[in-house]
């Protein structure tokens, strides 16, 4: 089993995790209503992304597997589309995916340990891409999997939004040609101002453009919140996160982080909170965390349910989709009615 952190560690202990009991009312459980065949998904070695397409076909990141796969609709077999290789229109090292219905994807990977985002067409073709400047410092961590920086994407179809707080703000969105547009979002206080990895990792996260041209901001360590921003990027209100299935977590956050030396550096050693959140089309906000619950809060910011999924069992969410009301989670590349 992969480690989790002290927070989950200590959340596996009090069992929220296998065998916890949701109180009548409060949890609500949605129930797989398709998913793509076993014999397709078991080709896949990690699948952190999956997409529905307007055309019914799907695309499938595969993180461990450095690919994308197509698989067509009714299909029992998924097509590599994009296969590993350091050179442009292969993929090493991927950590994000995102795609557009018309079947246009992006993955961002890091030959060599230097960030790169390329964006491919439908069929897998390199449309384009560009690097960012430096190398690769993962902040936010679930085992191997970094959670944070360009682990954390959106692509909007004319522009690609990173988690970026070294820059001084929570996210840059970037052109497809890789000049940045604008830097949304102030840093949020967390008492570790003098420890500048630890203070950058607390304000890493997931950014996410919603369909009135506004941001959403979900911070994926430390206290759970998240942040929503106007078109303008002015800021609009800042949401703590509580909730009797998170609390756990929040009373297990530690007073000092342990340390870990990356490329000669000491750099913390950050767990996340939250692992994964999407917009539905209604602009109602889905967060994930790392025990096995979904908060979903309306569009001024108000918790209005609490989910769980289930298909052959407890599902744990990797990552969010949504196409149309379907939600599309990962790593079981189930579908569940999300009205």
């Given amino acids: 089993m992969e480690r989790l952190g002290a927070a989950a560690a200590c959340a596996l202990a009090l069992g929220v995790y296998a065998g916890a009991q949701t109180s009548p009312g409060r949890v609500e459980t949605l129930r797989a209503v398709?998913?793509?065949?076993?014999?397709?998904?078991?080709?896949?070695?990690?699948?952190?992304?999956?997409?529905?397409?307007?055309?019914?076909?799907?695309?499938?990141?595969?993180?461990?597997?450095?690919?994308?796969?197509?698989?067509?609709?009714?299909?029992?077999?998924?097509?590599?589309?994009?296969?590993?290789?350091?050179?442009?229109?292969?993929?090493?090292?991927?950590?994000?995916?995102?795609?557009?219905?018309?079947?246009?994807?992006?993955?961002?990977?890091?030959?060599?340990?230097?960030?790169?985002?390329?964006i491919f067409t439908a069929d897998g073709r390199r449309a384009g891409g560009f690097q960012l400047p430096g190398r690769a410092t993962p902040r936010v961590t679930l085992g191997n999997l970094s959670l944070s920086g360009i682990g954390t994407l959106q692509f909007t179809g004319r522009s690609i939004l990173i988690s970026q707080p070294e820059t001084g703000g929570l996210m840059t969105e970037y052109g497809l040609a890789g000049t940045p547009v604008r830097t949304i979002g102030r840093l949020r206080a967390t008492g570790h101002e003098d420890d500048r990895e630890l203070h950058l990792a607390l304000n890493a996260g997931i950014p996410l453009k919603d369909a009135d041209g506004g941001y959403w901001f979900v911070f994926l360590a430390g206290e759970p919140a998240f942040s929503r921003f106007d078109r303008t990027g002015a800021l609009v209100f800042h949401r703590r996160i509580q909730g009797r299935e998170v609390d756990p977590l929040v009373a297990a956050l530690p007073a000092t982080w342990p340390r870990r030396a990356v490329d000669g550096t000491e750099v913390p050693l950050v767990s996340p909170m939250a692992r994964t959140a999407a917009l539905d089309t209604a602009g109602r906000l889905w967060i994930s965390f790392v025990v096995p619950y979904t908060y979903v809060f309306d569009s001024l910011g108000e918790k209005v349910r609490t989910v769980q999924f289930q298909a052959a069992g407890l599902v744990a969410p990797a990552s969010l989709t949504f196409a149309g009301t379907r939600l599309l989670v990962t790593p079981g590349c189930h579908e569940f009615e999300a009205r």
């Fill in 34 to 118: 398709a998913a793509l065949p076993v014999e397709v998904v078991g080709e896949f070695r990690e699948p952190l992304g999956y997409a529905r397409l307007a055309s019914g076909d799907a695309l499938v990141f595969d993180r461990r597997g450095h690919a994308v796969y197509g698989v067509g609709a009714g299909s029992t077999s998924a097509r590599k589309l994009v296969a590993i290789g350091g050179e442009e229109g292969r993929v090493i090292e991927p950590t994000a995916f995102d795609a557009q219905p018309d079947g246009t994807f992006v993955v961002a990977d890091a030959p060599n340990g230097r960030e790169r985002v390329q």
